[in-house]
């Protein structure tokens, strides 16, 4: 429920974004709801019923759980925005949600589904129901998924995505059946190490990830 201070309350939260003025908190609830800080209002910006008919009836979002910025600056920026502006960066947002990836235009708070197209893995037959999420310098997305036991790596402009570990991986990242992701869950990234920490059923796995995904986007060919 949105309202000031105690009058607001949530259902389920799952995930939570903050600016880097914090001034602004992002939650994930049954909805998108945003947080101003200063004056302790709750907004809701984002709901799985506003998609119905609004874009079309495949991109409705339910259970949405991380949240995570676009650092990329891939927004429109104003005449006196920099690239380098950490607002510029906040005003696009991707959002896990069950079987689906979404990015939200905080400026307009239009909602677009990027993902899954196959929503299947072909290797175990499951949905592919995202949970944890980051994104890397290039602009890939990097998606765990519990379900189908695998990291996914997604180009959220071109909305496609291969596995990066996992069962149905090709250049597998761990040379030992026992070190494959068996429930990712999220992860966080060592950028100087070039490498991801992921939290797996209980255990922390170390990954390798490859070089060109800490190449800045604006630097890509």
Not at 42 to 65: C, E, L, Q
Not at 155 to 170: E, F, R, S, Y
Request: charged share 15%; net charge negative.
């Amino acid at each position: 429920m949105d309202g000031v201070g105690s009058a607001a309350s949530f259902h389920d939260i799952l995930g939570l974004l903050c600016t880097s003025g914090g001034d602004k908190l992002y939650v994930s609830d049954l909805c998108i709801r945003m947080i101003d800080t200063p004056n302790q209002t709750v907004t809701t910006i984002a709901t799985h019923r506003s998609m119905y008919g609004a874009i079309a009836t495949d991109n409705w979002f339910h259970g949405p759980k991380k949240l995570i910025f676009d650092r990329t600056a891939t927004a429109t920026a104003t005449a006196t925005t920099t690239s380098a502006s950490s607002d510029h960066f906040e005003r696009v947002m991707y959002i896990t949600a069950q079987f689906s990836i979404f990015r939200l235009d905080l400026n307009t708070r239009s909602l677009c589904r990027i993902g899954w197209p196959p929503r299947s893995d072909t290797a175990w037959g499951n949905p592919i129901d995202p949970t944890g999420m980051l994104m890397t310098p290039s602009g890939h997305l990097i998606v765990c998924a519990e379900e189908t036991h695998s990291i996914y790596l997604v180009d959220p402009i071109a909305c496609t995505h291969t596995v990066l570990a996992g069962p149905a991986a090709q250049n597998a990242v761990w040379t030992s059946e026992s070190r494959l992701p068996d429930q990712p869950h999220d992860l966080i990234i060592l950028e100087d190490e070039r490498c991801a920490y992921v939290i797996d059923h209980g255990r922390l796995l170390h990954m390798t990830l490859p070089a060109h995904l800490f190449i800045s986007a604006s630097n890509r060919k």
